[in-house]
T-cell receptor, first 111, second 116 residues
Framework: GQNIDQPTEMTATEGAIVQINCTYQ??????LFWYQQHAGEAPTFLSY????GLEEKGRFSSFLSRSKGYSYLLLKELQMKDSASYLC????????????FGQGTTLQVKP | ETGVTQTPRHLVMGMTNKKSLKCEQH?????MYWYKQSAKKPLELMFV???????ENNSVPSRFSPECPNSSHLFLHLHTLQPEDSALYLC???????????????FGPGTRLTVL
């Protein structure tokens, strides 16, 4: 079957670093996405990984290991506005754009 | 502003009502999607349209009826819904539905639906 796992909730302190993990088991793989979703708003695209390794984009980085079916999103220098849900999603097939989503990780940043 | 708009933003309806949700994308994309988002559950893909043709129906009950008149507009027609259908309904669009980085999905803000 198709399965994406990520922690339900995390808490971190303003200015700190937090790592949100995602493991996946899918019949195929054509890339992994991270989205940020503030309460009551649209999910917004953060990052995409299809090759093993680290992709860095400002305060946010995303890592992928295809052999382990594992990814993480790293948020540095946390700010209060980073409090949101973070969604991990996989293109589970090589020829469609169909995304399989995890349930999302709700991150609360405290002062 | 993501370039994908949805109306209405909030909708309350009775189980015997008929209503429609509207989605419009201004990104020049050719693939559009409907998702259901319930609390504590992953986004559930409902329907996919590529170049106005439906390419995915994820075993959605017939009380949900999608319509895609052109690549920029997507509707979800609702009738005789159940209270358990209450959720956030999200629309998304992407380049061509073929997958990969260039096919990143961009989401609208959603319609919060409450069925009484």
């Amino acid at each position: 079957g198709q399965n994406i796992d990520q922690p339900t909730e995390m808490t971190a302190t303003e200015g700190a670093i937090v790592q949100i993990n995602c493991t996946y088991q899918t019949s195929g793989f054509n890339g992994l996405f991270w989205y940020q979703q503030h309460a009551g708003e649209a999910p917004t695209f953060l990052s995409y990984n299809v090759l093993d390794g680290l992709e860095e984009k400002g305060r946010f980085s995303s890592f992928l290991s295809r052999s382990k079916g594992y990814s993480y999103l790293l948020l540095k220098e946390l700010q209060m506005k980073d409090s949101a849900s973070y969604l991990c999603a996989v293109h589970g097939s090589s020829n469609t754009g169909k995304l399989i989503f995890g349930q999302g990780t709700t991150l609360q940043v405290k002062p | 502003e993501t370039g994908v708009t949805q109306t209405p933003r909030h909708l309350v309806m009775g189980m015997t009502n008929k209503k429609s949700l509207k989605c419009e994308q201004h990104l020049g994309h050719n693939a559009m999607y409907w998702y259901k988002q319930s609390a504590k559950k992953p986004l559930e893909l409902m329907f996919v349209y590529n170049f106005k043709e439906q390419t995915e129906n994820n075993s959605v009950p017939s009380r949900f009826s999608p319509e895609c008149p052109n690549s920029s507009h997507l509707f979800l027609h609702l009738h005789t819904l159940q209270p358990e259908d209450s959720a956030l309904y999200l629309c998304a669009s992407s380049q061509d539905g073929a997958g990969g980085r260039t096919d990143t999905q961009y989401f609208g803000p959603g319609t919060r639906l409450t069925v009484l």
